[in-house]
């Protein structure tokens, strides 16, 4: 079964702490995403990536293919990246993704 | 901005009665989603597009139907409201794998 899970499900953090966020996935992926939204917002596209590391801003994102994870770190973390993030995983051979739960992150000034 | 917007943004309805949420984009893209988002769910997929009069259903398409009629326009109707219906609706757009979605419909159901 095509199974996406991220953890923590939530992280309270000061600002300027480094922040790492955890996405598992259960078989062979094509694509695996990282959005935000803010509360009471829309959704944004991070990151999309199929290996290796991104990197924009103060977000990386990694890809590790042979243990099926992800991590989306955040540097220098600042209040305004408090939002939910969430992971998503283009399974191979599937059209459609599969979402994990989300990462609600509070950072405190 | 991948130039997607959701109409009504916000809507109040009684049970039984139909809704339509329509979702435009601006630059041809071929794929075309609809997600709800729910406390405890996280995003889940209503019905997809792949082209013109080209749909599919996703996880949670009971109670749903789309159309698209024109490359630039998905609707999503809910043919006789429940409050189980009551929820988030985002539209998405994948471009060159990318994801775009629009600001979001917010549905509730009495």
């Known amino acids: 079964k095509n199974e996406v899970e991220q953890s923590p499900q939530n992280l309270t953090a000061q600002e300027g702490e480094f922040i790492t966020i955890n996405c598992s996935y259960s078989v062979g992926i094509s694509a695996l995403h990282w959005l935000q939204q803010h509360p009471g917002g829309g959704i944004v596209s991070l990151f999309m990536?199929?290996?290796g590391k991104k990197k924009h801003g103060r977000l990386i994102a990694t890809i590790n293919i042979q243990e099926k994870h992800s991590s989306l770190h955040i540097t220098a973390s600042h209040p305004r990246d408090s939002a939910v993030y969430i992971c998503?995983?283009?399974?191979?051979?599937?059209?459609?993704?599969?979402f994990g739960q989300g990462t609600r992150l509070t950072i405190n000034p | 901005d991948a130039g997607i917007t959701q109409s009504p943004r916000h809507k109040v309805t009684e049970t039984g009665t139909p809704v339509t949420l329509r979702c435009h984009q601006t630059e041809n893209h071929r794929y075309m989603y609809w997600y709800r988002q729910d406390p405890g769910h996280g995003l889940r997929l209503i019905h997809y597009?792949?082209?013109?009069?080209?749909?599919d259903k996703g996880e949670v398409s009971d109670g749903y139907s789309v159309s698209r009629s024109k490359t630039e326009d998905f609707l999503l109707t809910l043919e006789s409201a429940t409050s189980s219906q009551t929820s988030v609706y985002f539209c998405?757009?994948?471009?060159?794998?990318?994801?775009?979605f629009g600001e979001g419909s917010r549905l509730t159901v009495l």
């Open positions: 597009s792949y082209g013109v009069k080209d749909t």
């Open positions: 990536l199929s290996s």
């Open positions: 998405a757009i994948s471009r060159t794998g990318e994801l775009f």
């Open positions: 998503a995983a283009l399974f191979q051979g599937a059209q459609k993704l599969v």
